[in-house]
């Protein structure tokens, strides 16, 4: 980024004014900071180089953005159909301390799985209009399509994503207890504890990327998890008596923790009856660069 003149300053002040909800839009369209984050500077580098005056600079990179990540999504298409086992998003950590800064529902790995299965138009129509509240108008200038398939792309995608927003609500402060609970009974290899804790129709998803030990396919169901869970305890205990750390992943109470290959995160996802509805666990390492010290 070329240092700034005073004649430039006021292009900065508009530009990092939207860096927030700009990084906010490229991570729900990308499931990867680091590329919400290349993409949210190639929006910079073409706001430097706009040869005419910009009237509504938060819908001008807003559009740039979204059709930065739309050719981010294209480009990516065959490499995400190969990707070796589940894919799951690059876990975006806060600290127990700190204020959530989204909806929790709006970041959760279960929205953002739901969001990986729609079209790169669907997706981009979905997020501009029913998080972000821009109007089918502006989607559509965003995106150069005309408002009438813009508003049959928001009803299509909205149908496919109802069901990954949680009907209820769980305070951190009990999933939490879910999560310590959760590691308590791994640790110990109490499986009826365990069998407890989770919903009959739980889902676990481990993304190793081909680079770790992880399972290839997504385990559903209670009995699949516990048939996996036992496996790691009799493989390699270690995996959960490694130190760990308690965080929140994705609005969901979570885990880093450091196993002799190297670290990993663990999301839970609660369910409204006190148990858990899903777990996901990141050991791909091209995720895990960005975690906290």
């Given at each position: 980024m070329r240092e700034p003149t005073v004649d430039q300053t006021p292009d900065i002040e508009a530009f990092e004014a939207q860096r927030p909800r700009l990084m906010r839009l490229a991570y729900r369209m990308l499931g990867s900071l680091a590329e919400a984050e290349d993409t949210v500077q190639d929006a910079w580098l073409r706001w430097t180089r706009a040869r005419e005056p910009v009237a509504d600079p938060a819908a001008w990179l807003v559009r740039t953005t979204s059709r930065l990540c739309l050719d981010r999504l294209r480009a990516a298409k065959v490499q995400r159909e190969a990707y070796r086992g589940p894919w799951l998003p690059e876990p975006l950590i806060e600290e127990l301390s700190a204020d959530p800064v989204e909806r929790a529902e709006d970041v959760s790995v279960a929205f953002l799985l739901a969001l990986e299965r729609l079209s790169p138009l669907e997706r981009a129509v979905f997020l501009l209009h029913d998080v972000f509240d821009e109007d089918y108008a502006a989607v559509a200038a965003a995106l150069g399509r005309a408002e009438p398939a813009v508003r049959q792309l928001a009803a299509r995608a909205r149908a496919h994503v109802a069901e990954a927003r949680p009907r209820?609500?769980?305070s951190q402060e009990a999933a939490a207890r879910l999560a310590t609970a959760f590691?308590?009974?791994?640790?110990?290899?109490?499986?009826?504890a365990l069998r407890g804790l989770l919903t009959e129709d739980a889902v676990m998803l481990t993304d190793g990327g081909g680079k770790r030990k992880a399972s290839?396919?997504?385990?559903?169901?209670?009995?699949d998890i516990l048939t996996l869970l036992q496996g790691l305890a009799w493989r390699n205990a270690e995996v959960w008596s490694a130190q760990f750390r308690a965080v929140r992943i994705n609005g969901y109470p979570?885990?880093?923790?450091?196993a002799s290959d190297g670290p990993m995160t663990v999301a839970f996802e609660p369910a409204g009856d006190g148990r858990l509805a899903g777990i996901y666990m990141v050991r791909n390492p091209d995720k895990l660069g960005r975690l906290p010290g």
């Open positions: 209820f609500s769980v590691m308590e009974a791994a640790t110990k290899g109490d499986v009826k290839l396919r997504p385990l559903i169901g209670r009995e979570g885990l880093i923790l450091e």
